[in-house]
C-alpha cells in the first residue's frame, strides 16, 4: 500500500512538545520538532507532526489538525528526516 507523509507545523503545539524531555545517553533534551526534507527537493521545512495518509486524501487530516490547532499550517509532503531541534 502507497503512503506519503505530510507535515504540520503549529506554534501551540510545538510550546506544548516542548515540555515533554527526552533522555540521549546521559542527557536529558527537550524537542519540540524535527527538520524533514520537502518530497522532490532539497528545501527543508520544521514540522511539529507528520500525517501518515493513504491514497492522497489529505483533506479529511488538514481539517482535523485545524481543529485541534488552530495555528495550523500545512507545509507539504516529506520524504526524509533530516535531524531534532528545538
Same mark, same amino acid.
Given at each position: 500500500?502507497t503512503?506519503?507523509? $505530510? #507535515?504540520?507545523?503549529s %506554534?501551540k503545539? #510545538?510550546? /506544548?512538545c $516542548?515540555k515533554?524531555?527526552?533522555?540521549?545517553g546521559?542527557?536529558w %533534551? *527537550?524537542?519540540? @520538532? %524535527?527538520?524533514?526534507?520537502?518530497e522532490?527537493?532539497?528545501?527543508?521545512?520544521? #514540522?511539529?507532526e507528520?500525517?501518515? =495518509?493513504?491514497?492522497?486524501?489529505?483533506?479529511?487530516y /488538514?481539517? %482535523?489538525?485545524? *481543529?485541534?490547532f488552530? +495555528?495550523?499550517?500545512? /507545509?507539504g =509532503? =516529506? +520524504?526524509?528526516?533530516?535531524? @531534532?531541534?528545538?
Open positions: 500500500m503512503f506519503r507523509l $505530510y #507535515a504540520f507545523y %506554534n503545539q #510545538a510550546n /506544548l $516542548y515533554v524531555r527526552i533522555r540521549i546521559t542527557e %533534551n *527537550s524537542f519540540s @520538532s %524535527n527538520i524533514y526534507r520537502l522532490g527537493s532539497y528545501l527543508e521545512v520544521k #514540522a511539529t507528520l500525517c501518515r =495518509v493513504e491514497k492522497n486524501n489529505i483533506n479529511e /488538514l481539517e %482535523n489538525h485545524k *481543529s485541534r488552530s +495555528d495550523s499550517e500545512y /507545509l =509532503v =516529506v +520524504d526524509k528526516w533530516l535531524r @531534532s531541534c528545538k
